[in-house]
């Protein structure tokens, strides 16, 4: 369950800047943070940390402001963005870029190395809530680009936004039941969902797929459902797919191969990533080989070797580096058939 990060009211309000980083410092970065009086002053913020990233759900019944100059970034250089879904009142953001307004649903990026100010304002009830993520910048750069500025914003309508609040609210509500690996995979998933809704949203309309778009995604799913069956064939394919074994090859010149060279490919790349993952005594060369759609462990090693250049066994026992590309040469007889 969520730790109590911060908790400020009447009588304390005005020691809120030297509590909202925790009781080591260990939240957020260095600014100026205050909470505006009033007959009503109820600010609570709850954490929940995974690795190096905190997830923060603060709510509030006043306004709060906050302020990072470049005397702040000079005495304290932490490099870490802050993701914000704004659930209730307004995330107003003022910086370089200019003022930016966040209501209900939005999603909203903000930087510790740029200066910006932020005001938290309070909906006709009075009262503010955002979930935000606090997570180091160089890690944050393998799921979101690094363009996106502070003070980035758009609205949270895409799906992507919604299940990754949902699960970033999931992992915050989780106790002690959750493992740390489990809690990571998923801020993980998360983020990913993010990175993609944002690279989606470019435009600002999703893209159309095409009918041949659609078809393709249709014969790659079947492809890979099937791809243990060594029976496998173009006319089973196209039949499963409704569509004609011609049109197949067409989709598949589409997608810039053949259907031989595609199925021998995934199959051959999976056997190497499960011998790769196991041992003898836990998978027989016999087991790859037949789940993975050959005809018998001598087919699958005869194939094997003639890309990796070593049996399965031996690749097992010692595996290479990098393994040579040579699949497409190998596979490409523009053949409708694989067996």
Known sequence: MPEILFAFNEQNYRSCQNGFRGERDQEYYLGDYSIEAGSVIDVLAEKKSVGPTSIIRTRARTRQFFRRTWSHIRQDATDVSVLWFVKRGHLCVSNQGGYKAAGVGSFVITRSMTPFFIECQTDDEGVHEVLHVTIPTHILRAFIPDEIRSGFSMSAGRPEFAIAEHILGDIMESDDSLSEESAQL??????????????????????????????????????????????????????????????????????????????????????????????????????????????????????????????????????????????????ADGGNSIQ
């Not at 069956?229 to 989709?251: E, H, Q, W």
Request: include cysteine; charged fraction near 20%; proline fraction near 5%.
């Open 186 to 331: 998923l801020l993980e998933t998360a983020l990913t969902l993010l990175g993609r809704g944002i690279l989606d949203s470019d435009t600002g309309v999703p893209a159309r797929q095409t009918v041949s778009s659609r078809r393709l995604q249709d014969v790659l799913r079947y492809i890979e459902v099937h791809l243990s069956d060594p029976n496998l064939s173009t006319t089973m394919v196209a039949k499963g797919c409704g569509i004609s074994p011609r049109y197949l090859s067409f989709l598949l010149r589409l997608h810039g191969t053949s259907f031989s060279t595609l199925v021998w490919e995934q199959r051959l790349q999976k056997a190497k990533n499960w011998l790769c993952s196991t041992k003898a005594h836990e998978v027989s060369i016999s087991e790859v080989a037949y789940s993975m759609g050959f005809k018998s462990p001598a087919h699958f090693s005869r194939m094997f070797k003639r890309v990796f250049s070593l049996n399965p066994r031996e690749y097992r026992a010692n595996p290479p580096q990098q393994a040579p590309a040579r699949h497409r040469q190998l596979f």
